[in-house]
């Protein structure tokens, strides 16, 4: 499984954006770009996917470099809610998800 | 995003004892299911993968005759933890994916604790 590497923790602003980064190297052609959440105590939780090209969604925002070896993840405007274990995890389709450490938000109010 | 339920979300047992979860797919026919677990302050460990009417595969280290897991319809799976002892205790996910579905969907997990 290709490995990303993510920051241990970051900090925002109640109503600020937030741009968490994710570094994927070794990513493969056929490797799908995916995003979860885990607020505490809970299961994971789906945010956001992409291959390619730049994606948006309800909840987030997806940009992917041009050579797709790094990705953000976009919260446009984060509430005490987004609080919680932010994972990048490439997979390949029809593969297994395999998670890595994760980026801790602590959302400031 | 489609709905994955788990039951129990917590439950504690004694030592010895055997202890079932139990994971549906509610609005979709779950082909493969994914089982997980978590200790404190820890990422998620993947344990298992099943696939409907097949053997589960096993992830390197993790007991197949201590985690049974089966898959029998296209909507359950369970995870039975045998024999559980206290090292056992920890928060235990299960993820399910729809047949040539991309993204897998997860259950609330289950806090389990082996006193």
């Known amino acids: 499984d290709a490995k990303t590497t993510q920051p241990n923790s970051m900090e925002s602003n109640e109503e600020e954006p937030v741009h968490l980064p994710c570094n994927h190297s070794?990513?493969?052609?056929?490797?799908?770009i995916h995003w979860y959440r885990q607020l505490p105590s809970q299961g994971p939780e789906y945010v956001i996917h992409?291959?390619?090209s730049n994606v948006n969604n309800r909840m987030a925002s997806l940009a992917i470099a041009e050579d797709r070896k790094s990705s953000t993840l976009i919260l446009h405007r984060a509430t005490l809610r987004d609080a919680a274990v932010y994972y990048c995890?490439?997979?390949?389709?029809?593969?297994?998800?395999?998670f890595g450490a994760g980026t801790i938000l602590r959302v400031k109010s | 995003g489609a709905v994955v339920s788990q039951h129990p979300s917590w439950v504690i047992c004694k030592s010895g004892t055997s202890v079932k979860i139990e994971c549906r797919s509610l609005?979709?026919?779950?082909?493969?299911m994914f089982w997980y677990r978590q200790f404190p302050k820890q990422s998620l460990m993947l344990m298992a993968t099943?696939?409907?009417?097949?053997?589960?595969?096993?992830e390197q280290g993790v007991e197949k005759d201590k985690f049974l897991i089966n898959h029998a319809s296209l909507t359950l799976s369970t995870l039975t933890v045998t024999s559980a002892h206290p090292e056992d205790s920890s928060f235990y996910i299960c993820?399910?994916?729809?047949?040539?579905?991309?993204?897998?969907?997860f259950g609330q997990g289950t806090r389990l604790t082996v006193v």
């Open positions: 995890i490439l997979m390949e389709y029809g593969n297994k998800l395999v």
């Open positions: 993820s399910a994916r729809a047949d040539r579905g991309l993204l897998a969907f």
């Open positions: 070794t990513i493969s052609g056929t490797d799908y």
């Open positions: 099943s696939n409907e009417g097949s053997k589960a595969t096993y």
């Open positions: 992409g291959l390619t």
């Open positions: 609005d979709f026919q779950a082909t493969t």
